[in-house]
Structure formats: structure tokens, C-alpha cells
Nanobody, 119 residues
């Protein structure tokens, strides 16, 4: 129903910044809540941030709140994640996901982009 492609990952020093982008295809992008998740080596995938269909509401994991900012552009069918003050523990594969429901069930996922933060 929707295809998602992440970009912008890379290697950055602790304290640095990085911007991730997610490009979506499909005719109903604006109908999906969007989220970012991440998975570190040896750990389960965890929630990072989410944004409502209109972009009016956002939420963040406590570990990233105040440092990360999620945004979306429905005209361009993109969602972004601005990451500031990066820490080594932010190292993970970051995934963009789409929620076609109103229950927080993310059914569509991108391939992920690697973010590595060195100390």
C-alpha cells in the first residue's frame, strides 16, 4: 500500500547532528501516521518518534526527547528526523514506518538506514 525508503544515515561523532529522511510512495500518504524506530545490535527494535497525519502532534521516546525532532511534508510525501547531540547509545539501524490505522499499529516499514555515533 505504501513503500518507504530511508536515507541520511552515516557515521558521526558524539555531540554531532544528522538528518534522516524517509521518502514514501503511494496515493494516501497523508492518511498515515508516521514513525521512526531503531534497532541496536543485540537489542529489540524500539520506538523513537511519531507524528500525526497532519503533523500537528508528535511524540518521542524519553531517551531522545529534546534532542530529536520529527517532521513531515505531505506535499512531498516525506518524513524527517533531525537528530542533535547524538550519543554513542543512539547507534542503531533507523527505520521509517507507516501506520494506516488509528491504533498505533505500524504495518509498513522501510529497509532502514545505519546511524553510527562514535565516542
Amino acid at each position: 500500500q505504501v513503500q518507504l525508503v530511508e536515507s541520511g544515515g552515516g557515521l558521526v561523532q558524539a555531540g554531532g547532528s544528522l538528518r534522516l529522511s524517509c521518502a514514501a510512495s503511494g496515493r494516501t500518504f497523508s492518511m498515515y501516521a508516521m514513525g521512526w524506530f531503531r534497532q541496536a545490535p543485540g537489542k529489540e527494535r524500539e520506538f523513537v518518534a511519531t507524528i500525526s497525519r497532519s503533523g500537528g502532534r508528535t511524540s518521542y521516546a524519553g531517551s531522545v526527547e529534546g534532542r530529536f525532532t520529527i517532521s513531515r511534508d505531505n506535499a512531498k510525501k516525506t518524513v524527517g528526523l533531525r537528530m542533535n547531540s547524538l550519543k554513542p547509545e543512539d547507534t542503531a539501524v533507523y527505520y521509517c514506518a507507516a501506520d494506516p490505522t488509528t491504533t498505533g499499529t505500524y504495518e509498513f516499514w522501510g529497509q532502514g538506514t545505519q546511524v553510527t555515533v562514535s565516542s
